[in-house]
């Protein structure tokens, strides 16, 4: 299935297929689902195996450090 094919299947505009696929863009939960009906299976099975080493973070959370000083 081509991006522009996804797009229209799940109902999300191509531009951000591919800005999810080249990781310029995170989805929410919904356009998972989305997705993942399109592709005829799960959120679940799109999702197996990922852990949060897999995302690149470019600066630390705030949150956590202020709650570090308390």
């Known amino acids: 299935m081509t ?3 996804l797009a229209v299947a799940s109902e999300i505009d191509s531009s951000n297929i591919r800005s999810y ?3 310029r863009a995170m989805m929410n939960v919904s356009s998972l689902v ?3 009906e399109a592709l005829e299976t799960t959120a679940g099975d799109l999702l ?4 949060s080493g897999m995302f690149a973070t470019d600066r630390p959370d705030a949150r ?3 709650t570090a000083r308390r």
């Open 3 to 5: 991006q522009d094919q």
């Open 64 to 66: 956590r450090s202020r």
């Open 21 to 23: 696929e080249n990781g």
């Open 34 to 36: 989305r997705i993942a």
């Open 48 to 51: 197996d195996g990922v852990t």
